[in-house]
């Protein structure tokens, strides 16, 4: 059982990228009808077998998709009641809590979550995102150290952590985190993205469209008004004038559609 709660679990660890350069995809609700006949499902379950650990943690883990963080987070309370050592329960709804934005209560779970797994880099992961969301960047690089101390091919954790220096301006520092991150994963669009970010902030304009480029090209849906006004700002410093008035005229395109954006946020 204990096998089957933590590959369960993992499906929900979102252990999200720090978003630095604000890119929302639309969210596919198509499967959304499918999930909640699902959760049906596991409602006879429980209500046939109240203490049903594998029926709470679908439950949880569906509501969790659907966005239902509320929902997701009181099932998973009933399996840490079954299961009271099951660090990726803890770590699930410290997630939860995270995207409902209640940081103090995210941080409990997830200071517990480390308690019982401190060998699991994914632990100090998650607690990072949430120190960061609270704006303690400090805090996330030093459970980042730690993270690729464990693991130390973890893209992820390189590309938070170069997150959470540029927020504290240390953009040289940040741009090598991205570069590790990229060599790690050559197709990881956001470390791209998020580098070209930090290149501006060092006045590396052409550095900054050629990050802003590659990460478009790997991810065609980061097309949006945000990726065009900041890659028509580079090419505004860089002196590229028609470059940078095509893509403010793109900008405008989106803005005036209402285009909904790409979110950053993905999974491990």
């Known amino acids: 059982m204990n096998k089957k709660l933590t590959l369960l679990l993992l499906i929900t660890l979102v252990n999200s990228a ?9 969210t ?19 209500k046939m077998d109240s203490n049903n650990v594998s029926a709470y943690i679908k439950r949880s883990v569906l509501k969790y998709q659907l966005g239902d963080y509320n929902g997701s987070i009181m099932d998973t309370k009933h399996i840490i009641r079954l299961m009271p050592n099951s660090s990726d329960a803890y770590g699930n709804i410290g997630m939860s809590y995270c995207f409902l934005k209640q940081y103090d ?41 730690i993270a690729v101390s464990i693991k130390p091919d973890y893209a992820k954790a390189y590309c938070n952590r170069g997150f959470a220096k540029r927020n504290l301006e240390q953009y040289e520092e940040a741009v090598v985190d991205y570069t590790k991150a990229i060599e790690l994963n050559p197709d990881y669009y956001d470390a791209y993205l998020n580098r070209g970010y930090a290149q501006f902030a ?8 050629s990050d802003y480029n ?42 005036k559609g209402n285009k909904t954006i790409y979110n950053t946020l993905q999974n491990n």
Not at 128 to 143: C, F
């Open 105 to 145: 209560s995210a941080l409990v779970y997830l200071n517990k979550a480390v308690e019982l797994a401190p060998g699991q880099a994914m632990t100090y992961l998650n607690r990072a995102y949430g120190k960061g969301e609270s704006k303690d960047y400090k805090g996330a690089i030093a459970d980042l150290d």
């Open 202 to 209: 060092l006045k590396n304009y052409t550095g900054a469209i």
């Open 28 to 46: 596919d609700t198509s499967g959304f009808p499918g999930l909640r006949n699902r959760i049906k499902d596991q409602n006879l379950f429980l």
């Open 214 to 255: 590659k990460a478009l090209s790997i991810q065609p849906a980061l097309a949006s008004y945000e990726f065009y006004n900041y890659r028509g700002q580079a090419y505004e410093k860089k002196g590229d004038k028609g470059s940078a008035t095509t893509d403010f005229e793109k900008a405008a395109t989106f803005k």
């Open 18 to 26: 720090f978003s630095q350069v604000v890119f929302n995809l639309s």
